[in-house]
């Protein structure tokens, strides 16, 4: 009896948890923001020819990605990220860097990357995070005409790794 009760009750903990994403869906869009800061492996240093190998450790990537996921539900969903990492970082730090945006409104989805070289000779993560924490995101939507807004800052989504 208490294996069947057990079913039961794990069972109604995912209808509840399943309903309670779906509806927080249709009128919320789906954000996630992960900002990595990665140490360069070999295969990725011979990617940047101008990086000495004896410089390697001098020089990090810089992982930004925004993915949005929403309802039809949602209207005039706009991104603004006032300031460009190479604003954010400043030109001694920013080394390289490219930039990707797909917007797919057919599958209401929105993903922004950044992939960017640092110089990071003379800083510890602590100065990356200083650094990073002046950008901000505001993503605004509009659902039944009213108008909502969320701001997150770019230096509490960073985290550290090794390659």
Not at 5 to 27: A, D, E, K
Not at 32 to 59: H, V
């Amino acid at each position: 009896m208490n294996k069947n009760m057990f079913i039961v009750v794990l069972l109604l903990v995912f209808l509840v948890v399943g309903v309670g994403t779906y509806t927080y869906y249709r009128f919320n869009p789906i954000i996630n923001i992960n900002t990595k800061i990665i140490e360069l492996d070999e295969k990725s240093q011979e990617k940047y020819n101008n990086i000495d190998k004896s410089q390697k450790n001098n020089f990090k990537k810089l992982e930004f990605i925004l993915n949005i996921d929403y309802s039809d539900n949602i209207d005039d969903l706009e991104i603004n990220i006032p300031h460009s990492f190479r604003e954010l970082l400043g030109e001694d730090v920013y080394w390289n860097g490219s930039s990707y945006q797909d917007k797919d409104p057919e599958k209401n989805k929105i993903e922004y990357k950044d992939e960017i070289i640092i110089n990071y000779k003379q800083l510890e993560n602590k100065d990356i995070k200083d650094l990073l924490s002046k950008g901000t995101i505001t993503i605004t939507w509009k659902l039944d005409g009213k108008k909502k807004i969320k701001t997150f800052n770019i230096g509490e989504t960073i985290t550290f790794s090794k390659a």
